[in-house]
């Protein structure tokens, strides 16, 4: 095409002389052509086609025809109309095209500055993109919206009131909930301390929360614990308080998939307990190993290291067998016993040798007891830093995964890295010291350590309830004095709200921050909430111990107080409701800050409590007091030097030097033979082994000379 | 991002945890104009806050002609009324702020102190070398390295034209979904500090006049920075794990885009032990990175850079290539 006009433009005078009068109309037209902004570009492109040919004649006509100029004019034309190679575009369109753009949309301003993104725009649209993709151009709603609006949907059609009436006739009932707050006024009062989440994440959190509680019977509390940003995820936490003797706990329990965790299932549909990988290694191990010296013995010592019960212990040990001895030939008979009587002396020396050295392995054999920190038994569920579960989910309208139980372990070891959650709960938390689980296990011990060191609240606002949860029927009385009380048991920090709380904003806007406190058990070091004392053998379970500890502490604080100063390196923290003046941040700073709201309105103030430890971690009170703790933040706690991982410790020595491993001169083949003979004969014992190592030498001597003087 | 869109950036910002109640954001809009005003900004963009442990320092920059260069940094004491100018940091008050210990404590002139540790030194004792410096120093140095490290656009929100001045583009259209997710899509507010080239080689779709900044994709570890969508994928949410507290946020397709930081004023030095690079990260950093890698690793080899290859003349002479192509 281009070229056509090319060549028919070298000829302009052709045209020019005779479609001239005619064609004027038509190059009227197309000089406005820019302000038709509805015509079609392919009708267009086929006007520009005859407008191309005619219009140097309208031209010419009106300038009053000069022959060199139109040459010029046709020239730069042609130029202009020049197809590319790259883009088959010519410069022609293009500029008429933007020109148009300018026209039709009459924006930007100051449009000059902005050509060459117009430009830009309109290649790129020419090519397609954005606008020819037939991915885009059909209709689609991607699975996560889909979904999403498809639960909350049902949520709807689930607690909305005007299903009410549908479901009595059903026979249903109406929903039986634990007490929720109310999150969208919670937001309220955050936003006046400028923190705060979009209203609709809240009350996706309040229907979450309303769910739950609404479909597990066995959830007693549940309270909105905040938002952890993660990398790719974030998790929104929800913590519950079951009821007490509830024991499905389960049900929405998150547990580690991943591949180990699979290998894991699979053996335990095989029947064998989770665990024991390393005593199955030991078995194959020793499977292979038959021919090395083992005896029944020292397997026994060993299968006792592996904590299993005796009859599996058993199982991982070989049929007693034949006693082999070093050196010696298999073909020893299977009837024979360990009794061998050894008229040899040096293949007597030989086994004393070797018995000793196996007495020796069993006697120093190493157990696999570990250190301290991981005899340190779990706190059970529903005391101490387990009596609080929490349900976190990443995107509000999925499920809530109930987060698994903590260890001291893991919390110990969590305090000892520093690690940016993803927002997987199975991802790999690769640390050093290296934690022990999942990402999951690592969110957990967070919520715990934060629970614990992030939740405040005004003093007078919570009260101790029972040990084990006595329900408060006389809490109303006791209102009165309420500061009075003796501190509740050490690690118990079951409360409650005081009703009609009255809050003084006098006294909490004051900057020594002494009307606020803790009412969250401190963890101690353990890593737990009460002490476990390792020097006393635990006797039945971890349950009944604590109990006690709490019973104890409640009845007899005299004999408490022995105990403490009996057991050396007892671990004791604040009590509960010590204020937060007593605190201490690591940079030694102030840990806590005060933010008031409105100076404008005091009557309407909310003041919170700002943690500079764990930042994120916020408590606000309003002036009809109400007190709410939420958690906006990474999950780090705020740490002032940088962090260095330790050294990694050094490796374990493997082996232990024993004759198995010395190294000693294959014997000749002759010696070889003699000794072989020599066994098989019975022979006598003045024949020299050769093979024997020459370091015994002086052994076997005096033993030579023993047996001579028994003789 | 201007702080007249402000309000509406907040609606955005509010997932991570930022709200700005009523009366504040009246409170600011009005200093805010009254500042820019007496200033005459083009545009006045609000940076944040920095929590102290008994004041915050509000943030604001001034930005004149040029978005790059011409730029003017308050703070205010006093929640957003009173606004004081940050003066310009120091080389050596650059990195002293930065290694600064402990919480921001919320007054000009209180003390930031950190501990340094002479090059040659044996071995190191706890206290020994105790650096002092004003927390209005520690100040400025933050921020510069706040809108140094963190400061984010959507490719083509920015554009450079032909006498080299920079300026907002106004006809940007957004990112896709898919160009949104990807790190390679935001680019540094700042003067470029990497080879110019660096950007442009992986891009099919190269164009000088918007691909001149540095490339979140860039920088290292791989895995720095966070991408999320939200859940009903109209808005990509950054995090600078670097600097917790820092969100930057792109609404789809459209020009809006904005970032904000609220945070202790601590930079994270940490990241590089407590990331593990995803699977899809790596996968990206050996389509986009991998070959910046290698060439960063050639160019460290001075000598055998120049040897092999023309016009990339290795680390020292980065600078100087990108300010000269500042001047084309």
Redesign the interface.
């Known amino acids: 095409m281009s070229k056509g006009e090319v060549v028919g433009l070298k000829n302009p005078e052709e045209y020019y002389a005779g479609e001239a009068a005619e064609d004027e109309d038509d190059g009227i037209i197309c000089r406005c052509n820019p302000c038709e902004c509805e015509t079609p570009p392919e009708i267009e492109e086929e006007e520009e086609e005859t407008e191309k040919v005619e219009k140097p004649v309208e031209i010419i006509l009106d300038q009053n025809g000069d022959a060199y100029q139109l040459d010029e004019f046709m020239r730069a034309k042609a130029y202009f109309l020049q197809t590319s190679n790259k883009s088959g575009l010519n410069l022609y369109d293009h500029l008429s095209d933007v020109i148009r753009k300018f026209l039709d949309e009459r924006a930007p301003n100051n449009p000059v500055d902005y050509l060459e993104e117009v430009s830009m725009n309109i290649k790129r649209y020419r090519f397609g993109i954005g606008k020819m993709d037939p991915l885009q151009d059909a209709f689609h709603i991607s699975e996560p919206i889909l979904s999403d609006a498809k639960r909350v949907y049902a949520y709807w059609k689930a607690f909305s009131r005007w299903n009410e009436e549908k479901k009595e006739i059903e026979g249903e009932g109406i929903y039986m909930g634990g007490s929720f707050q109310n999150l969208l006024r919670l937001q309220y009062y955050l936003e006046q301390i400028n923190i705060g989440l979009p209203r609709e994440e809240m009350f996706r959190v309040a229907l979450g929360i309303k769910e739950l509680s609404a479909t597990r019977p066995q959830i007693a509390k549940l309270r909105f614990w905040g938002k952890i940003f993660g990398i790719q995820k974030n998790y929104y936490v929800i913590e519950a308080e079951f009821k007490f003797g509830s024991a499905e706990q389960t049900m929405d329990l998150w547990t580690p998939s991943d591949d180990t965790a699979d290998k894991n299932g699979q053996e335990g549909q095989q029947g064998i307990p989770p665990g024991t990988e390393n005593i199955l290694d030991a078995v194959q191990t020793f499977s292979r190993a038959k021919d090395v010296v083992l005896n029944h013995e020292f397997l026994t010592a060993y299968s006792k290291t592996s904590g299993l019960s005796p009859e599996k212990q058993a199982d991982l040990l070989p049929k007693p067998t034949t006693f082999y001895m070093p050196g010696a030939p298999e073909w020893g008979g299977e009837g024979e016993t360990e009794m061998i009587e050894f008229e040899d002396p040096d293949a007597r020396a030989d086994a004393m040798k070797w018995e000793g050295y196996q007495q020796e392995l069993m006697d120093s054999f190493p157990q696999a007891s570990g250190s301290e920190s991981s005899q340190i038994p779990m706190e059970p569920e529903g005391s101490g830093v387990n009596r609080r579960a929490f349900y976190v989910c990443n995107v509000l309208g999925g499920d809530w995964l109930l987060l698994p139980s903590i260890t001291p372990q893991q919390i110990n070891i969590s305090r000892n890295v520093r690690w940016f959650l993803t927002g997987n709960l199975n991802s790999e938390v690769r640390t050093l010291p290296p934690f022990p689980g999942k990402e999951g296990h690592y969110l957990r011990a967070l919520l715990a350590r934060i629970t614990a060191g992030g939740m405040v609240s005004p003093k007078g606002y919570f009260k101790a309830m029972g040990p084990e949860g006595e329900l408060p029927g006389e809490e109303d009385d006791e209102e009165l004095e309420p500061e009075d009380d003796e501190p509740p048991p050490y690690g118990n920090d079951n409360v409650l709200a005081v009703k009609k709380y009255q809050a003084s904003m006098k006294a909490l806007t004051n900057p020594s921050l002494a009307f606020w406190v803790h009412h969250t058990a401190y963890v101690l070091p353990q890593g737990r909430t009460t002490w476990w004392n390792p020097a006393v053998p635990k006797t039945g379970k971890v349950k009944k111990v604590s109990s006690e500890d709490g019973s104890d502490l409640d009845e007899d604080e005299d004999e408490e107080d022995e105990e403490e100063e009996e057991i050396p390196g007892r671990e004791m923290g604040p009590p509960l409701f010590q204020s937060i003046t007593q605190d201490k941040a690591a940079d030694g700073r102030a840990p806590w800050s005060l933010v008031t709201s409105s100076s404008v309105f005091p009557e309407f103030q909310v003041v919170a409590i700002r943690s500079n430890v764990w930042s994120g971690s916020n408590v606000i009170c309003t002036s009809k007091g109400k007190v709410s703790n939420i958690y906006l933040g990474d999950g780090l706690k705020f740490f002032p030097r940088t962090f260095a991982p330790p050294v990694p410790p050094p490796a374990t020595k493997e082996f232990r030097a024993g004759p198995e491993l010395e190294e000693t001169p294959d014997p000749t083949v002759e010696a070889e033979q003699s000794w072989l003979d020599k066994l098989a004969l019975n022979a006598i014992a003045d024949v020299e082994p050769k093979f024997i190592d020459n370091e015994e030498e002086d052994v076997t001597a005096d033993e030579e000379e023993e047996d001579e003087d028994e003789y | 991002m201007d702080w007249k869109s402000l309000n509406f950036a907040m609606?955005y910002l509010?997932?991570?945890?930022?709200?700005?109640?009523v009366?504040?954001r009246l409170a600011t809009q009005s200093a805010l104009t009254l500042l820019q005003q007496e200033n005459q900004f083009k545009q006045l963009h609000f940076i944040g806050k920095i929590?102290?442990?008994?004041n915050d320092y509000w943030l604001v920059c001034g930005i004149g002609n040029d978005f790059l260069k011409d730029r003017t940094y308050f703070y205010s004491n006093n929640p957003g009324m009173d606004w004081v100018m940050l003066p310009q940091p120091a080389d050596d008050t650059m990195e002293l702020g930065l290694a600064c210990?402990?919480?921001f404590?919320g007054d000009p002139t209180a003390d930031s102190e950190t501990e340094i540790c002479p090059d040659n030194a044996d071995e190191i004792n706890d206290g020994e070398d105790w650096v002092t410096i004003k927390e209005e120093e520690r100040l400025s140095a933050t921020v510069m390295a706040i809108m140094n490290e963190c400061a984010v656009v959507p490719r083509g929100a920015l554009?450079k034209?032909a006498n080299g001045l920079v300026y907002e583009?106004?006809?940007f259209?957004g990112l896709?979904k898919l160009e949104a997710s990807q790190f390679h899509s935001f680019y540094h507010v700042r003067r470029p500090e990497n080879p110019w080239d660096r950007n442009i080689v992986v891009r099919a779709d190269y164009?000088l006049?918007l691909d001149f900044l540095d490339s979140i994709a860039c920088d290292s570890p791989v895995?720095c920075w966070?991408i999320?969508t939200d859940?009903?994928?109209t808005t990509a949410t950054l995090?600078s794990?670097y600097w917790?507290?820092f969100v930057g946020f792109h609404q789809l397709d459209t020009p809006r885009y904005g970032w904000l930081y609220m945070?202790?004023g601590?930079k994270?030095?940490?990241?590089p032990?407590?990331?593990?690079p995803?699977p899809e990260r790596l996968k990206i950093s050996v389509v986009e990175g991998g070959e910046f890698q290698y060439e960063e690793f050639k160019g460290e080899d001075e000598n055998e850079a120049e040897g092999m290859n023309g016009f990339y003349t290795g680390n020292a002479d980065d600078e100087q290539q990108a300010e000269e192509y500042d001047e084309v």
């Open positions: 609606d509010a997932s991570s945890g930022t709200v700005f109640s009366e504040q929590l102290g442990t008994e210990r402990g919480h404590v554009i034209n583009n106004k006809t259209e896709s164009n006049s895995g966070s999320q859940q009903l994928e995090r794990l917790p507290g945070g202790t601590k994270n030095w940490d990241v032990f407590m990331i593990l995803p």
